[in-house]
């Protein structure tokens, strides 16, 4: 009798070449970003003119906290929500400043989930360089809309995301619903 043989797993053939993954907007994120001093707040700004809140990606700014899409997005939808004074930390903020923040991310979510249908969203904070804040001295919530499946071989493999809609389009689905934020901040 012959010994029992377990069937090999095939072996991927080698590539020819490398892969080639494009995501030109990585190009424009390192040439602003990586390896250079912050040029200012992107948190920090006055009272904005249309073409501006558009150019800078502000859905929403009031005279406690702001909200904008984020240039650098993690999945379509990423917004951040801050606090209008530049503060690094939660414990700084005073009452109104909490109560309005929690509100924005209520109304944050609410919308989101509306606009985008998304399954699930991630909200959180990244206090100190060290934890992650791109912008450390000026505290920031991440949203972040998910999906069933979302996360998929790209980031894995190519430290890529894909995203299936491009930021002004976003920008024109979510503005209109962020005009009505203002009363729940009162």
């Known amino acids: 009798m012959a010994p029992s043989r377990t069937p090999r797993r095939a072996q991927p053939e080698a590539a020819s070449g490398p892969a080639r993954l494009w995501a030109p907007w990585r190009a424009a994120y390192l040439r602003a970003v990586a390896g250079r001093a912050p040029r200012g707040c992107i948190f920090c700004f006055g009272k904005l003119g249309v073409r501006e809140r558009r150019r800078r990606l502000v859905l929403w700014a009031g005279p406690l906290a702001v909200v904008m899409l984020n240039r650098y997005?993690?999945?379509?939808?990423?917004?951040?929500?801050?606090?209008?004074?530049?503060?690094?930390?939660?414990?700084?903020?005073?009452?109104?400043?909490?109560?309005?923040?929690?509100?924005?991310?209520?109304?944050?979510?609410?919308?989101?989930?509306?606009?985008?249908?998304?399954?699930?969203?991630?909200?959180?904070?990244?206090?100190?360089?060290?934890?992650?804040?791109?912008?450390?001295d000026h505290m920031h919530w991440h949203v972040v809309p998910r999906w069933e499946g979302d996360v998929n071989f790209m980031p894995v493999i190519a430290g890529t995301r894909v995203l299936s809609q491009h930021l002004e389009e976003t920008f024109d689905m979510l503005s209109p619903l962020f005009k009505t934020v203002g009363a729940a901040i009162s």
């Open 73 to 136: 997005p993690y999945n379509n939808g990423h917004l951040m929500i801050a606090p209008r004074r530049h503060l690094a930390s939660p414990e700084l903020l005073d009452r109104a400043e909490r109560a309005a923040l929690a509100e924005l991310q209520a109304a944050a979510v609410e919308r989101l989930r509306r606009a985008l249908k998304c399954d699930g969203l991630n909200l959180g904070v990244n206090l100190g360089r060290s934890a992650g804040a791109g912008f450390a």
